[in-house]
């Protein structure tokens, strides 16, 4: 049982770039969601999904896209990079609404945007 | 929307000193949980607390949702407790977090 996996670990794009973060979770978890952390600060929600076909936007959603096309995987597409997306970016499943019930999270990936 | 609020920002401990982290939040939750983001960035789950007491080992929590607040208890502290501890709020279909408060552990 692997829990939440996030790949890469460690990402550098130019700005205008376009890239996918990875998240898969082996846990069978309905619910997943994509934040991101800036320096000194908690975290905050970018997109979730509350099962495979649905998503929503989170408070930070501008500049990124998902989709869900599986139980297990929800990528997170940036379209084209800014300076301003450069964060550490963390996958998160839980077996219903994250409003409800406990939060499971990656390893995160770290993001810089030149 | 809903504030989340931890005191205090900043701890600084010597090893073997007990500490009481606290969490306020401004509105009605589901649920509420702690979290340990240790120095190379890893989010542990610590507890998952929408209301009462638990306890973990040296660590326990309290949730008074009533009252709308929560703390975090950390007795015998050691270096291995030194990272960025925060508690989030569920809302709906969304998990809130607060900035966290910074704990630095001395031997």
């Known amino acids: 049982n692997a829990g939440v996996t996030q790949t890469p670990k460690f990402q550098v794009l130019k700005t205008g770039q376009s890239m996918t973060l990875q998240c898969a979770q082996d846990?069978?978890?309905?619910?997943m969601s994509w934040y991101r952390q800036d320096p000194g600060m908690g975290l905050r929600l970018i997109h979730y999904s509350v099962g495979a076909g649905i998503t929503d936007q989170g408070e930070v959603p501008n500049g990124y896209n998902v989709s869900r096309s599986t139980t297990e995987d929800f990528p997170l597409r940036l379209l084209s990079a800014a300076p301003s997306q450069t964060s550490v970016y963390f996958c998160?499943?839980?077996?219903?609404?994250?409003?409800?019930?406990?939060?499971?999270f990656g390893p995160g990936t770290r993001l810089t945007v030149l | 929307g809903i504030q989340v609020e931890q005191s205090p920002p900043d701890l600084i401990l010597q090893e073997g000193a007990n500490s009481t982290l606290r969490c306020n939040f401004s509105?009605?939750?589901?649920?509420l949980q702690w979290f340990h983001q240790n120095p190379w960035g890893q989010l542990i789950n610590l507890f998952y607390i929408p209301s009462g007491t638990k306890q973990n080992g040296r660590l326990s929590a309290t949730t008074v949702a009533t009252e709308r607040y929560s703390l975090l208890y950390i007795s015998s502290s050691q270096t291995t407790d030194s990272g960025v501890y925060f508690c989030a709020v569920g809302v709906t279909d969304k998990l809130i977090f607060g900035t966290g408060t910074r704990l630095q552990v001395f031997p």
């Open positions: 509105d009605s939750v589901n649920n």
């Open positions: 998160a499943s839980s077996y219903a609404g994250q409003g409800f019930y406990e939060q499971f």
């Open positions: 846990m069978n978890h309905e619910y």
